[in-house]
C-alpha cells in the first residue's frame, strides 16, 4: 500500500518567486492537511483540504494557498517567497472525514529560501 | 486558545533507563491526543490516539496515558533505535468538521548504547 507522496523533496528558490507543492494521498484518503514545520516553531497548521473545498485554515498570510483536485491529490502555493518561508512543508492524509485519528504524513517537501 | 506544551525538550538516556515524556494540553474540549514519532529528514510517524482520561495504550516499549490535562509517553528499557523527536498534537472538538492538529514542539530523545 502506498503511503503519502510528497514532491518534489528538496526545492530552493530566490525570495520573490513562487513555489507550488504536490501531495498525493494514501488512495481512497479524502482528507488532505498541510503543516509548516521549522525549528522554532514547530508544526503548525496551514489548511485542509477535505472533497475538494477547504475546510479549515491556520493563521498564516494570503501568499499561502493550496487546493484539492477530484482524485484527492493536493496542491499548495506559496507565492512572493521570504527567507521565512524556508521549512520543512508536510502533508497528512485522513480517511474519513473528521476525528479519525492516525494521520499519516508524507517526508515532507525541504524549501529553502534564498 | 488551544495550545500544547512537551518536556522536557530534550532527554538523554543510557539503553535500557525508563524514562516518561510529557505532554500538557489545553483545550476546550478534546477530540483526541496523538503521538507522534519523527526521525531527522522523515515525516512524523504515527503511534498512538488517546481519546478519554484513563485510556492507555502500548506498543512495544511505548505506553502512553491521558489524563484531563496531560498524556505520557512512557519508555520501558530504551534501545537506540528509539532515539528519535516525539510529538504530541490534540485535536479539538471546537474545531467543527475538521482534521486541524495543534502540535507540541517535542521532546528529542536520544539513547546512548
Known amino acids: 500500500k502506498a503511503g503519502v507522496t510528497q514532491t518534489p523533496r528538496y526545492l530552493i528558490k530566490t525570495r520573490g518567486q513562487q513555489v507550488t507543492l504536490s501531495c498525493s494521498p494514501i488512495s481512497g484518503h479524502r482528507s488532505v492537511s498541510w503543516y509548516q514545520q521549522t525549528p522554532g516553531q514547530g508544526l503548525q497548521f496551514l489548511f485542509e483540504?477535505?472533497?475538494?473545498?477547504?475546510?479549515n485554515k491556520g493563521n498564516f498570510p494570503g501568499r499561502f494557498s493550496g487546493r484539492q483536485f477530484s482524485n484527492s491529490r493536493s496542491e499548495m502555493n506559496v507565492s512572493t517567497l521570504e527567507l521565512g518561508d524556508s521549512a520543512l512543508y508536510l502533508c497528512?492524509?485522513?480517511?474519513?472525514?473528521?476525528?479519525?485519528?492516525?494521520?499519516?504524513f508524507g517526508s515532507g517537501t525541504r524549501l529553502t529560501v534564498v | 486558545e488551544d495550545q500544547v506544551t512537551q518536556s522536557p525538550e530534550a532527554l538523554r538516556l543510557q539503553e535500557g533507563e525508563s524514562s516518561s515524556l510529557n505532554c500538557s494540553y489545553t483545550?476546550?474540549?478534546?477530540?483526541?491526543l496523538f503521538w507522534y514519532r519523527q526521525d531527522p529528514g522523515k515525516g512524523p510517524e504515527f503511534l498512538f490516539t488517546?481519546?478519554?482520561a484513563g485510556e492507555e495504550k502500548e506498543k512495544e516499549r511505548l505506553k502512553a496515558t491521558l489524563t484531563k490535562k496531560e498524556s505520557f509517553l512512557h519508555i520501558t528499557a530504551p534501545k537506540p533505535e528509539d532515539s528519535a523527536t516525539y510529538l504530541c498534537?490534540?485535536?479539538?472538538?471546537?474545531?467543527?468538521?475538521?482534521?486541524?492538529?495543534?502540535f507540541g514542539t517535542g521532546t528529542l530523545l536520544a539513547v546512548q548504547p
Open positions: 483540504y477535505f472533497s475538494e473545498t477547504q475546510r
Open positions: 497528512a492524509s485522513s480517511p474519513a472525514g473528521t476525528g479519525s485519528g492516525g494521520y499519516t
Open positions: 498534537a490534540v485535536q479539538a472538538k471546537n474545531g467543527g468538521a475538521t482534521n486541524k492538529l495543534i
Open positions: 488517546l481519546y478519554s
Open positions: 483545550v476546550s474540549g478534546l477530540r483526541g
